[in-house]
């Protein structure tokens, strides 16, 4: 059967997605719907993987159907493609299963040459109109699909301004523009080498195959690893015909949500401009007017407009992001999506979906991206600080939250200051483009002079979750020369400015934040994800504070506690350094009695913190050298406070010295070498319980964990040490007290025989850190040095330290999952590496049915919640 590449939109619905991608589904759904679309044809995502399995050629069955659709256009509309008389335009756009805005590129007014130009003049008696929609094709085909840089368009367009005097583009004459089309083809040429293209299925099918190429630029690439989108999807393209927003006064352009993204009010947000093109609203270059001016000029496509916004909400149920089009007061829509929106109007939206009887719960759990969440759990300002604080600009507060840092005026430079230096940043930028992404991704804040609330800026921002104050006028950048200016004051490259995405204030001060809480929308939908999921979602905290805090997110329990964390402290670190440097287990042991009482009191901290929610300690796992000095300048001084000659020291930081400290003596093994270091643990943690249990009547049952194991008889020798010491002071005390002791499974062996060491170990936590690291052989700590190769190259598409490689590292868990219940059935089994708090993999970790998963304390939520949509997507 010859496979059909090529879909009409009134052959489609929104139930083709994976084909049609996601503006292609809508379109095809809105036309079944009876609603005033002007009418194209879908290139689906197969014809996208098929241009790329023939490496990089598009099928002559592909061809043929994009030709069949043009003549069924040309049919519909009557026109014809590049007629001198009654030329069809269209649009290309792309559309992938997943909305990537600002990713992929868009070409209007396609079909324009130099006879049909004069065919749209003649036939719309508009000079100005048609000379304006030519320009305005040479440049965005020459950006898109032989990228041009379309400054050098935007300069001429500049000069010819100041040349007449006119303050902006529609003040030009068709005369005027007309030069400029001559301009541009120049331009073209000599960036190109080559004359514009005048043949309409040319421009079209060079359009279609950028599209094609654009699903595999470097900027779709990172939007993808941000998004968990695979490459495999592809992209599909819409040739869509051209209506006319730019044809004079009662003609216009734009965008609208029908909620509100910022904040979830449920009230129609947009903005539209009058005699304008689409990319004018998007890319900021006018500033445009909220939608409520459409209904003062136009009432009755206002009302219209009304009408078929709210049928499309009742439709999709859920918020709408609506692109639309006047022309001559006849009112067209040109794509629906579910709009992006920030955690907190995703949050309030889905509340009131439930309330206003349009969804159900489980519908409402699985509209907000849990990974969203990460939002609302960032600092806000303090308010008592923002109170003396003077705002020097305000901008239109296009994503809320708050951010403070240093200035960098191109996204270069701010990823390397976050790269390379830590630094908190604020990327300040005249308008944002897709260019940018990666800087944007780097910026706690995010500052634009030009563009409203529906920018690339804003958009973009708004669906990071990171700050942004889009249109802000009151400041003059100059981004050559690197610094800003407002009113009096003149901000550098590095210096720090407050950024308020919520108010739209920006101040000059670095302004302290203070943390958020869970409460109003977020509380009552979170309750909903608990009700539902089945999975117990832990936290890895180390100190009371941070569970406290942990357990205010949601947090059942402890599933990590890194022991080492407590030793670096500066009172104990030298307690720690006299252990390593004994030579005596004597000297040892006296060394390790200095660290109990302390190591007591941490665990006492950490117990009544979590009152009687289980607790997970697990045992010193880091290499010593760790902990010891490595310059000579601290050598010295270390040397000197512990009493010890600098050679001697010396001696023993080379002795610790290994090639691979990641394999080396460190986790279990260090317990096999100097077992009184796991039996000192082992006292602490059973004392700090029986201690609890007897001040407060909290009944703690510890498990205590033994790292890095690969072997039974080794984690047999530490779990012997610790019940030992458990079993003595527990009779002792006279007092009930239930333990376990269970173990890591992050070496491979383990893994390979976990029926062997679930024989002894009570339950199993899954550390697919160094499970990923030894799985791979990719170091943890240097693979983020050259994994950027892998994803440029396509070799991986994620970061499997942050992503758990479910193809690989996830069949290890598997076995070991069941292999452990193989030999004890009631074994408990939990994941405490990073993906632990990773939507994809806690959906993983459900279906192999591990019965908690633990993360840090700021992505309990987000496990809450992704841990109650497995359990809906795996029904
Ligand atoms: C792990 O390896 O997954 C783990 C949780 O331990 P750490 O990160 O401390 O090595
Ligand atoms: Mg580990």
């Not at 089309?181 to 195959?209: C, H, R, W």
């Not at 999506?337 to 949050?347: D, E, I, S, Y």
């Not at 979602?537 to 805090?549: C, E, G, L, M, Q």
């Amino acid at each position: 059967m010859v496979t059909k590449f090529v879909y009409m939109f009134s052959e489609g619905d929104a139930s083709m997605r994976n084909l049609l991608g996601g503006k292609g589904a809508n379109l095809a759904e809105m036309t079944k719907l009876g609603m005033p679309i002007p009418q194209g044809f879908t290139v689906t995502t197969e014809a996208c993987n098929d241009y790329y399995d023939k490496g990089r050629v598009v099928d002559d069955g592909v061809i043929k159907g994009i030709e069949d659709g043009i003549e069924k256009l040309e049919a519909i509309s009557n026109k014809k493609f590049g007629d001198k008389n009654n030329p069809l335009l269209v649009s290309v756009r792309s559309g992938s299963r997943a909305s990537m805005p600002g990713m992929m590129d868009t070409v209007l007014n396609l079909g324009l040459n130099d006879a049909s130009v004069e065919g749209l003049k003649n036939k719309t008696g508009n000079m100005k109109f048609a000379y304006d929609s030519y320009r305005r094709f040479i440049q965005m085909f020459a950006d898109v699909v032989k990228e041009v840089n379309k400054e050098f368009f935007e300069e001429e367009l500049v000069k010819m301004k100041e040349l007449k005097g006119a303050a902006s583009d529609m003040d030009l004459t068709g005369e005027d523009f007309k030069k400029l089309v001559s301009t541009f083809k120049k331009i073209y040429k000599e960036k190109t080498g080559a004359d514009f293209p005048q043949e309409p299925k040319e421009q079209l099918m060079e359009s279609i195959t950028a599209v094609f190429r654009s699903w595999d630029n470097p900027r779709a690439i990172v939007y993808r690893r941000m998004h968990d989108i695979p490459s495999s999807w592809g992209t599909a393209v819409n040739v869509q015909m051209m209506v006319f927003g730019n044809m004079g006064d009662t003609c216009g352009t734009g965008v609208a949500f029908t909620r509100n993204p910022a904040t979830g009010e449920n009230l129609i947000f947009g903005e539209y401009l009058i005699n304008a093109q689409g990319e004018d609203v998007v890319a900021g270059v006018r500033t445009p007017n909220p939608i409520a001016v459409l209904e003062r000029d136009m009432p009755e496509v206002y009302k219209e407009f009304m009408d078929i916004t709210t049928n499309l909400e009742n439709h999709y149920q859920d918020m709408q992001d609506v692109e639309f089009t006047i022309e001559n007061k006849k009112l067209y829509f040109l794509q629906t999506r579910n709009g992006k929106r920030t955690a907190q109007a995703a949050l309030k939206i889905a509340v009131d979906l439930v309330a206003e009887g349009m969804v159900t719960e489980e519908e409402a759990i699985m509209k907000v991206d849990p990974k969203q969440l990460d939002q609302l759990l960032h600092p806000m300002f303090d308010v008592k600080v923002l109170d003396n604080a003077t705002p020097v600009a305000k901008g239109l507060p296009a994503s809320p939250g708050a951010a403070a840092g240093q200035v960098y005026f191109t996204a270069e430079a701010a990823k390397e200051a976050k790269d390379k230096r830590d630094e908190r940043v604020i990327l300040v930028r005249q308008e944002t483009s897709p260019e940018d992404i990666e800087g944007m991704a780097a910026a706690r804040g995010i500052l634009t002079v030009r563009g409203g609330m529906t920018s690339h800026a804003a958009v973009v921002a708004r669906g990071m979750g990171t700050c942004c104050v889009a249109g802000c006028g009151d400041i003059v950048v100059n981004e050559k020369e690197k610094y800003f200016t407002v009113g009096s004051y003149t901000v550098k490259e590095g210096d720090f400015i407050s950024l308020d995405g919520t108010t739209g204030k920006v101040y000059i001060d670095d302004i302290k934040t203070v943390s958020p809480e869970i409460s109003g929308d977020f509380a009552t939908f979170m309750a909903w994800s608990d009700k539902i999921r089945t999975l117990k979602v832990r936290t890895n905290a180390d100190t009371p504070k941070d569970a406290i805090k942990a357990v205010e997110f949601g947090a059942e329990g402890i599933g990590l506690t890194r022991t080492e964390h407590m030793f670096f402290n500066d009172t104990r670190i030298t307690s720690v350094r006299k252990m390593i440097l004994a030579e005596t287990e004597e000297a040892r042991r006296a060394a390790l009695n200095e660290l109990l009482p302390m190591q007591r009191e941490d665990f006492i901290g950490i117990y009544e913190a979590m009152e009687e929610k289980p607790v997970t300690i697990r045992l010193l796992d880091p290499p010593l050298h760790e902990f010891l000095p490595q310059d000579e300048k601290s050598i010295v001084k270390i040397a000197k406070e512990m009493n010890v000659t600098v050679e001697k020291l010396k001696a023993k930081i080379e002795s610790l010295h290994e090639f691979n400290p990641m394999m080396g003596h460190r986790g279990c093994r260090l317990a096999i070498t100097f077992p009184e270091i796991a039996e000192m643990q082992g006292r602490a943690i059973i004392e700090a319980a029986l201690e609890v249990k007897k001040t407060k009547g909290f009944n703690i049952i510890p498990e205590i964990m033994v790292p890095l194991a690969g072997e039974a008889r080794e984690f047999k020798y530490v779990k012997d040490v610790i019940t030992n010491v458990a079993d003595t002071l527990i009779k002792e005390s006279g007092i009930e007290l239930d333990y376990m002791v269970g173990t890591m499974i992050e070496i491979p062996r383990a893994a390979l025989l976990a029926d062997e060491i679930a024989k002894e170990a009570a339950f199993f936590s899954f550390g697919t850190n160094d499970l990923t690291q030894m799985t791979f052989g990719f170091s943890r700590d240097d693979a983020g040095g050259f994994l950027d190769d892998y994803y440029t190259k396509q070799i991986y598409e994620f970061d499997p330290f942050a992503k758990l490689d479910q193809e690989g590292v996830g069949q290890l868990v598997k076995m070991a999952v069941e292999k452990g219940k193989s030999t004890r059935p009631n074994i408990k089994l939990g994941i405490c590496g990073e993906h632990g708090g990773d939507p994809s993999s806690v959906d993983f970790c459900y279906r192999v049915g591990l019965h908690y998963v633990s993360c840090s304390p700021f992505r309990v939520p987000i496990a809450r919640l992704a841990a109650a949509q497995s359990v809906l997507m795996n029904k």
